[in-house]
């Protein structure tokens, strides 16, 4: 292999390494610097004082039980209305039923919070046994498979390597969250959404969007751009097939 297409395939790795660096810095920051600097002894804790909760916590009853599928469905149904009017409900059940809400008045807050699902929160009240497999294990086995197809495949284009070693360091950013941090990933980015408030569709109602991390924004930019350059692809390929049928034809 010369030393062109070394830079071509290990460049890109370097990314992933940084990516996985810089998550795992600004959660180490949240969790254990922070902190200092204000009381924390909830997950998602006002880290700076300007950042007002508008309740503390809640005692919600029976009806929002989260050891119960009915209580957990409730659960899902109050956090989307809070959601609609502009409230960000956490629920942390881990330890203890604790309830938070939040009004986020500003465009960017940091606030830190635990995940202990995927995008959204999904799957985030399933079995434990379950939830390492679906979230942990097969995340593992996929990126494995993603970083052999990588240093496999000669066709993928530099904007296409770069991008699949962000998606990767991403991944395994949050991974080594699920596998070291018992209390979930750790999210702390909390920005506004200017949702539309009549809309029934709750991914367009929203308010604000969910709290996310490092790792999640390096998968969705890195996943979005990689993407348009698959489309890119597609797109060249097809004039390049019409050219040489074209061609084939006057001939």
């Not at 297409?5 to 990516?19: G, R, S």
């Not at 920051?29 to 700076?48: A, E, H, M, S």
């Not at 990126?143 to 000669?154: A, M």
Request: proline content about 3%.
């Amino acid at each position: 292999m010369e030393k062109t297409e070394l830079k071509a395939y290990f460049l890109p790795v370097i990314l992933a390494f940084l990516v996985i660096l810089l998550d795992q810095g600004s959660k180490i920051f949240i969790c254990n610097v922070l902190p200092l600097f204000g009381d924390d002894t909830k997950y998602n804790q006002q880290i700076r004082s300007e950042y007002e909760y508008v309740d503390t916590s809640l005692n919600l009853g029976k009806e929002y039980d989260w050891h119960t599928i009915k209580g957990k469905m409730n659960l899902l149904k109050l956090q989307d209305k809070f959601n609609r009017k502009g409230y960000v409900l956490d629920f942390y059940p881990l330890d203890d039923d604790t309830f938070k809400v939040h009004d986020g008045p500003h465009f960017l807050e940091i606030i830190h919070t635990r995940n202990t699902g995927v995008a959204f929160s999904f799957g985030a009240h399933w079995p434990t046994p379950v939830r390492r497999v679906a979230f942990s294990l097969i995340p593992i086995i996929v990126l494995s498979l993603v970083v052999v197809v990588y240093f496999r495949n000669k066709d993928f284009n530099q904007w296409q390597r770069w991008s699949i070693m962000g998606i990767v360091g991403g991944g395994f950013g949050n991974i080594i969250d699920r596998l070291f941090r018992a209390k979930g990933v750790v999210d702390f980015v909390d920005v506004k959404w200017f949702g539309l408030k009549n809309c029934k569709i709750n991914f367009l109602a929203m308010n604000r969007w969910p709290t996310f991390n490092v790792a999640d924004a390096f998968v969705v930019v890195c996943g979005i751009i990689l993407i348009v350059c698959f489309i890119q692809t597609i797109i060249k390929e097809t004039k390049a097939a019409k050219a040489a049928k074209n061609e084939s034809e006057k001939k």
